[in-house]
Structure formats: structure tokens, C-alpha cells
């Protein structure tokens, strides 16, 4: 079957090259409308004047093509919030720290922090001017006040702050990825400085909110332990805030880290439960269109209590369609049904193309329907439940497949025994899903029998106890992969030709696996080539001293750290892990340093600097030192002075006064992140 054939999936693959295009080139913002509206035109006219052609013209197939890509880069722009006339942010300046009276709603409550809740708020109004757009909210930890709400209104007299860059090579961009769910800016308070207002305005969220939020009320009065709860909120929520790191981490290294988030996999057991419940429906008169239309609304409702994550949205709208399909009794087929959830989701959310979940999902559904039915053919066991382990074998391993190539390059770890745990996990699944919907309907009402509830939440038990010890076997777990985008890509290539030379063998099909093989290997060389580089980093290490020198493939690491704290810390797991490490040696902090004949002279707490004929090019400041710069200036003179993460704020604050005043740049690693030096 040629895939490209399908209308709907080449119109969505002009949308994603348009989202693409406008994500990253700056298109003006003008002139697309305009432009789009001329190419819609044009492409009504053509349409008429060739309605009766049964092979469209080349003319009709270019212009078609370039519409929906403007379609895509209009699509973009319309919802890039900061533009908007009415967005919180064309009316600040964070650079000024101004206090403003802000009022907001909470929209979501994140995960916590070590020293803040969390929360997704909406701006209403700043100093009675009324406003719109979405900001993240740092309350200091208080035990003494109840966390807010989902729909609570605040008041707080604050000022805007900048989202924290990544202060340290190849860090996770937090900063990227909130500004990809339309998150500009923070504010941090305290819970003394918000004054709650009342609202009888409730959100859909809101709702979702108290619906989830009685849910578990009822569920805690049968004492579930705490993670049979996480799970329970996990499995059929899809709320992931309770899940402990002990939790997560397990499923993570066991490689069924996806069914603690709500996809495809439980949406498609809903809709088959629902489809069962209501089929006595079809009885009646216009009972299947009757039908359709409770299964799309419980659908969509599931999808808002569970938070409309990517995942769960993506899942709804695609088995919406797929319910729609197979209630008309209409063939569909599979790729068109993804290509049009996929359309009208990047139609109205286009940023959700950048988003993991949303990648992995539709990659994972691609390999299982192209791969899967080339594996299972290849053993056909005769006896029927070595069978059925035999096809949850072969969907795993395409997922898995589907999936391996994008999940190196964000988590850049591969669990060995993924068959095992889902092997044992993915039949038990929907009877574990389908009893918790039980649950939670007999809870609800208070008719649920303790010794239920005590069985559920032994069997979730046997599940996390099983996962760990999946999770234990560390021999197994290959981890800390480089993996890049270029190898992303060759890889799916690779594996694009691979699958179909094996599904029809012929020369040309051979070359270009051949040539994905060769061009892999490419990749391969070329990434390793480009990371045979010298360099010395001074990276920002809160209150402690962290310098690296990397020489080609080995990083010897100078530092004040303890043997627990540095085994731990993620600034040098993630530089060794970007820079493909594969050596690592420590050495005690120095004095005096020689990098690519320049000098760098070190001074620490004692304050030692006086080197006779030194006149080093950069000096870095550590621990505080009790010194005159200014005298230290006028007689070594260095390039750059660079100040890291152990030295106090007032220090840093005095010493950039005086190196302004010599005219001397001045690197401080808390606001410009690591200082590199490369040969």
C-alpha cells in the first residue's frame, strides 16, 4: 500500500512542514494571512475548473501543497500568545522588577519542587487592567497553609521574573519547554503575600479538578497505601503528581514507563467497554447515531478528568473517529484515522509537535501497525495462549522499535528486559483498568466492599513489586547513550528501509537500505569526529566549586564536592552524555591552570594571588575570597573575570560594580551559566 496516496496524510504532512517552518524561521506576521487566503482562493478556483478531471494537475498538486504548509505556518502564528494585544506581557518588563498587583485563577498544580509548590496559573488582571496569558507560580513551602486549588483566584502585589535559562551544557531546557506550552514568565511569593478572592466561576478544569479531587476522598477511605493510590490517579486520572521518584524510576529502568501515563492503550480499553454497554442502543430508532454521540462526549469527557495531556488528547480524538467508523460500519484505514486525529490536533494545539508524549504516541502506533503484522508472521504458534503471548510479544517489539531511536535521544537509556515487563503486565493491564473504572463507580456512591478494594490494591502492589524488581536488574539497562538528532534520523531511515525490503525484496528497495547503512555509519563517524575537541568549563554548581577539562573523549573533573554529591550530580552526567565521555578522572582544585597557552588563576577563600610575572588571561573567583579587586585588577589586569556558584551574592554583587568601573567583562555562571573555553 503506498501511504502517500491518501489525500489526508500528504495535507498533514504539509502542515507539520509549515509548523516547522515557522517554528524555526521568523515568517512576517502580516503577510501570512494574506497569503494563505490567496492560496485557498486560488486552490477553490482550480478546483472548480478541474472538478471533472479524475487526475488532478501538477498545477492543482503544487498549490494544494503549499497552502496547507502556509496553512500550518498561519496555524502556528495564530497561537504564539505573546503577540496578542491582550497578553500579560506586551504590558511588563521583567528586567525592571517592577511590583505589580497581579490577579490570577489556578489553572493546574504541578509536582512540587524541594522549596516551592507549583502551579499553571492564568493571568486576569495586572493593576486593575484586565489581561490574559498563562505564567508559572512559585509559592515558598509552608506547612502551616493548605495548597490552592485548581479554580482559586489570588491576589498578590509581585513582580514578573524571566524563566531560568539552562545554566550548564546539554541541561534539560526547562525554559524551552514551558514557553512550548505558551509559559513566558514566573512569579515567586510567599503564601503570607496572596490574598484569595472569592470566584464562583468554575472552569472546565475546575470541574475536572473537584471530580478527581472527590474521587480520591472516597478511594482513601478503603486505606490504600500511598502508591496504590499514585498508581490508581496514574492508571485512570491521569494525574501523575503522587507518583514517587522510587515509583517512577522503576518503570522508567523497566521500560513500561508508558502506561503510567493515560494513551491510547486505556483509551482503546474504554471504548471498547463503552461500545459493549450501549450496544442494546442499536435497538432503537437513530440508537447507533445515539451511540456515537454518548461514546464521543464520555470519550472527551474521560480525556478533560484526566487533564488533556497530549497523550490522552491524541488518544480520544483518534479512537473518536475510530468509534465513529466503526459504528457507521464504514472501513477506515488505520493510517488515514492517525493522519486525521493528527491533522485537527496540530489545528488547534500546533505545539503539540514538540511535545515527547505526542511524538512517541504516534510513533508507537505507527511501528505496531507496519511492523507488527511483518513480526507475527514469522512463528505461528498452534497453541492458542502461546499465541496471544506470541502477538503481545510482537506489538511490544514494534513499539519498542517505533519508539527506541526518539526515546535514546531524550532519555538516552535503553531497558534490556522491556519484553519481560510487558510480557507479564500488558494482559493484566485492561483487567486491571477495568476493575479500577469499577472502583472508583463503587466508591463514589460508598457501595464498595473493603475486600475488593483490598484485593485491587494488592494486585497494584504485585505490579510495583514486580516492576522493581524488573527495575533491579541493572545489567540489563544500558544508560547514559549519546544520541543525536542526526542519528535520530538516519536511524528511522534505517528502519523505514529495512521494513519495507522486508516486506517486498528488490534491488532498488536493497540499495537504499544499503545506503540508510552506510549513511548511519556516516552519522556515526561524523558525531564522533565533531566531539574530538578540546575545552576547560567552568560550570555553575550552587555553592560548590565544579571545573572540567576535557581533552578529545576523557574529562578530567576538578572540584570540592563530596564522593556521594559528585556521583549524583546531573551537570556532569549530562555533559558526558552530550560530549559522548567515555573517560573520567578527578584531580583537587589548583591554583593555576594552563589552557591553550592562557593562563587561569584561581582564587579561593585564602585569597592567595600574589604570583610574581603571572599576568594570567582569566581569573576565576571561588569561595568568597576577602580580596581588593580593585587592587588585584590594576595589577594583573586579566581578560575575564569569571565568579561561580560558592561565592555570596553580595561579593558578586560588589565585584561586578568594580569591574564594571575597570571595564573588565565580568562572567558570572548564576546568570550566564558556564563559562567555556574552548582551543
Known amino acids: 500500500m503506498k501511504l502517500l496516496n491518501f489525500a489526508i496524510i500528504k495535507i498533514t504532512l504539509c502542515l507539520i512542514v509549515g509548523i516547522l517552518f515557522a517554528h524555526y524561521f521568523n515568517f512576517p506576521t502580516d503577510y501570512i494571512l494574506p497569503i494563505t487566503l490567496i492560496f485557498i482562493g486560488s486552490l477553490c478556483i482550480l478546483l472548480i475548473v478541474e472538478k471533472r478531471r479524475l487526475v488532478k494537475s501538477i498545477?492543482?498538486?503544487i498549490l494544494t501543497v503549499l497552502t496547507f504548509i502556509s496553512i500550518g505556518i498561519l496555524t502556528y502564528q495564530a497561537h504564539e500568545q505573546k503577540q496578542f494585544k491582550q497578553h500579560y506581557s506586551q504590558h511588563i518588563d521583567p528586567t525592571k522588577d517592577t511590583v505589580e498587583t497581579i490577579t490570577f485563577r489556578i489553572r493546574e498544580v504541578l509536582k512540587p519542587g524541594v522549596n516551592y509548590e507549583k502551579y499553571v496559573i492564568d493571568i486576569l488582571k495586572i493593576n486593575n487592567q484586565v489581561l490574559a496569558g498563562k505564567a508559572l507560580l512559585n509559592i515558598r513551602k509552608d506547612s502551616l497553609f493548605e495548597a490552592f486549588k485548581v479554580d482559586d483566584v489570588l491576589v498578590a502585589a509581585t513582580s514578573f521574573r524571566d524563566l531560568n535559562a539552562p545554566l550548564n551544557p546539554n541541561q534539560f531546557d526547562y525554559k524551552a519547554y514551558l514557553e512550548r506550552q505558551y509559559i513566558y514568565h514566573q512569579i515567586f511569593v510567599d503564601n503570607s503575600q496572596l490574598l484569595e478572592i472569592p470566584s464562583e466561576k468554575r472552569t472546565v478544569f475546575g470541574y475536572a479538578a473537584q471530580l478527581r479531587t472527590h474521587i480520591n476522598s472516597q478511594l482513601k477511605r478503603y486505606h490504600f497505601k500511598p502508591d496504590e493510590l499514585a498508581l490508581i490517579n496514574a492508571l485512570l486520572l491521569g494525574q501523575r503528581q503522587d507518583i514517587s521518584t522510587?515509583?517512577?524510576?522503576?518503570?522508567?529502568?523497566?521500560?513500561?514507563?508508558?502506561?503510567?501515563?493515560?494513551?491510547g492503550l486505556h483509551v482503546g480499553i474504554v471504548l471498547l467497554l463503552l461500545n459493549s454497554l450501549f450496544k442494546p442502543l442499536e435497538y432503537l430508532k437513530r440508537g447507533k447515531t445515539l451511540k456515537i454521540i454518548l461514546i464521543v462526549i464520555i470519550l472527551?469527557?474521560?480525556?478533560?478528568?484526566?487533564?488533556?495531556?497530549a497523550s490522552v488528547t491524541r488518544a480520544v480524538t483518534m479512537?473518536?473517529?475510530v468509534a465513529i467508523g466503526l459504528n457507521l460500519k464504514r472501513p477506515s484505514n488505520i493510517f488515514n484515522t492517525l493522519a486525521i486525529s493528527m491533522f485537527f490536533l496540530l489545528l488547534f494545539k500546533p505545539l503539540f509537535l514538540f511535545d515527547v508524549g505526542f511524538q512517541m504516541s504516534y510513533l508507537a502506533v505507527i511501528a505496531i501497525v507496519t511492523l507488527q503484522p511483518l513480526m507475527v508472521k514469522l512463528w505461528e504458534p498452534k497453541l492458542e495462549?502461546?499465541?496471544?503471548?506470541?502477538?503481545?510479544?510482537?506489538?511490544?517489539?514494534?513499539?519498542?522499535?517505533?519508539?527506541?531511536?526518539?526515546?535514546?535521544?531524550?532519555?538516552?537509556?535503553?531497558?534490556?528486559?522491556?519484553?519481560?515487563?510487558n510480557l507479564v503486565i500488558i494482559p493484566f493491564l485492561g483487567i486491571i483498568l477495568g476493575m479500577g473504572i469499577l472502583v472508583i463507580l463503587m466508591a463514589l456512591p460508598n457501595i464498595l466492599p473493603f475486600w475488593l478494594a483490598d484485593l485491587y490494591g494488592g494486585m497494584i502492589s504485585i505490579m510495583n513489586s514486580f516492576v522493581r524488581w524488573v527495575s533491579l536488574q541493572e545489567k540489563f539497562i544500558l544508560s547514559d547513550i549519546p544520541f543525536s538528532e542526526l542519528q535520530v534520523l538516519s536511524a528511522y531511515l534505517l528502519i523505514i528501509s529495512l521494513s519495507f525490503l522486508?516486506?517486498?525484496?528488490?534491488?532498488?528497495?536493497?540499495?537504499?537500505?544499503?545506503?540508510s547503512i552506510l549513511m548511519l555509519q556516516s552519522v556515526l563517524?561524523?558525531?564522533?569526529?565533531?566531539?574530538?575537541?578540546?575545552?576547560?568549563?567552568?560550570?555553575?554548581?550552587?555553592?560548590?566549586?565544579?571545573?572540567?577539562?576535557?581533552?578529545?573523549?576523557?574529562?578530567?573533573?576538578?572540584?570540592?564536592?563530596d564522593r556521594v554529591a559528585i556521583d549524583k550530580d546531573y551537570s556532569l552526567r549530562n555533559y558526558k552524555i552530550g560530549n559522548s565521555i567515555n573517560d573520567i578522572n578527578e584531580a583537587s582544585l589548583e591554583n593555576i591552570y594552563l589552557f591553550d597557552n592562557k593562563k587561569l588563576l584561581i582564587i579561593?577563600?585564602?585569597g592567595i594571588y600574589n604570583v610574581p610575572q603571572l599576568n594570567p588571561e582569566y581569573l576565576i573567583l571561588r569561595n568568597s575570597p576577602r580580596i581588593n579587586l580593585e587592587r588585584l585588577l590594576d595589577s594583573i589586569k586579566p581578560e575575564l573575570i569569571i565568579a561561580d556558584g560558592s561565592n555570596y551574592k553580595s561579593y558578586l554583587q560588589r565585584w561586578e560594580a568594580t569591574c564594571l568601573k575597570q571595564k573588565i567583562p565580568f562572567h558570572l555562571t548564576s546568570r550566564e551559566g558556564a563559562f567555556v573555553l574552548k582551543k
Open 300 to 309: 472527551w469527557g474521560f480525556a478533560i478528568v484526566a487533564g488533556l495531556s
Open 502 to 515: 522486508y516486506k517486498k525484496q528488490s534491488f532498488k528497495r536493497l540499495s537504499i537500505a544499503m545506503l
Open 59 to 61: 498545477a492543482f498538486g
Open 246 to 263: 522510587d515509583i517512577y524510576n522503576s518503570y522508567s529502568k523497566a521500560g513500561v514507563i508508558h502506561i503510567l501515563a493515560v494513551s
Open 319 to 321: 479512537f473518536s473517529i
Open 604 to 606: 579561593d577563600s585564602l
Open 385 to 421: 495462549p502461546i499465541n496471544k503471548l506470541w502477538q503481545i510479544f510482537t506489538v511490544t517489539m514494534a513499539a519498542q522499535i517505533g519508539v527506541m531511536p526518539i526515546s535514546l535521544f531524550y532519555f538516552h537509556q535503553f531497558p534490556g528486559l522491556f519484553f519481560v515487563s
Open 525 to 561: 563517524i561524523f558525531e564522533k569526529q565533531k566531539l574530538q575537541t578540546d575545552e576547560l568549563i567552568v560550570f555553575h554548581k550552587s555553592r560548590f566549586s565544579l571545573i572540567g577539562i576535557k581533552e578529545n573523549s576523557a574529562l578530567t573533573v576538578l572540584h570540592n564536592l
